[in-house]
């Protein structure tokens, strides 16, 4: 599904990636793992196709197509969805109508018709009551005045609806409470469906408890130096990285 190929990026004038190699099936759930500053948002962003992250060498194929140069919009339309590490407030702007927005440019990417009111109303009652989302949320301004949590929900709510097929969520768990962290996991789980593949990355092992992965990979240096399947995040947790990288 997801074929990243020798992927260098820079931000500005500095080189953050150097070579990443990644294969996605579907289905898969990868974990990114690696200390602060390692490149793991670079990664996330440059997935998402943000402005900024300019890829200098290799490529990022999607479904056999080469996305490396499109645009945000047109990636989600190919399925892509990235889940911000830092979501956007948009006041005055309607969380629904917001989502409502978003699906029906997707759907109009993909030759899709738009759903009408009540059938967008259908899907978003159906979704908040698999993430046991309190509807009241849906009625608020993007984002504005939710605690991290709900911010957390709502990044997950955005998702289900959305419905991409490669899932890319950036330090999910990050700030997130007990109770929040396993409203996000239940969310997450619910949507693994043996097609939708997911890379969750992440500082902490902690969301992994709730989540299993089938590949752990640790970025490093712009680098990943090493993969291996979940248990390598328990080995994480117990020995931290200098073993990794060379220091004690
Ligand atoms: P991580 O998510 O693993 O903590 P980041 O991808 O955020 O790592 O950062 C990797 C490196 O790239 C860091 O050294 C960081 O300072 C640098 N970096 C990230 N974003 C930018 C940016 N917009 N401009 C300049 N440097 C950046
Ligand atoms: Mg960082
Ligand atoms: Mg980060």
Known sequence: MLNIKNLHVQVGDNPIL??????VRPGE??????????????????LAGKEDYEVIEGEISFN?????????DERAGEGVFLAFQYPVE?????????????????RQY???????RFEFEDLLEE???L??????LLERSVNE???????????ILQMAVLSPQLCVLDETDSGLDIDALKAVSHGVNSLRDGKRAFIMVTHYQRILDYIKPDFVHVLYKGKIIKSGDHTLAATLEEKGYGWLIGEE
């Open 64 to 72: 056999g197509k080469d996305i490396t140069e499109l645009d945000p």
């Open 90 to 106: 948009i006041p005055g702007v309607s969380n629904k109508l917001f989502l409502k927005t978003a699906l029906n440019g997707i």
């Open 127 to 129: 979704k908040a009551a």
């Open 110 to 116: 993909q030759g899709k018709d738009e759903l009408d």
């Open 29 to 46: 759930v990868h974990a990114i793992m690696g200390p602060n500053g390692s490149g793991k948002s670079t990664l996330s962003a440059t």
């Open 145 to 155: 005045g939710f605690s991290g949590g709900e911010k957390k929900r709502n990044d």
């Open 18 to 23: 150097h070579g990443i190699d990644l294969t």
């Open 131 to 136: 993430l046991k989302m309190p509807m009241d």
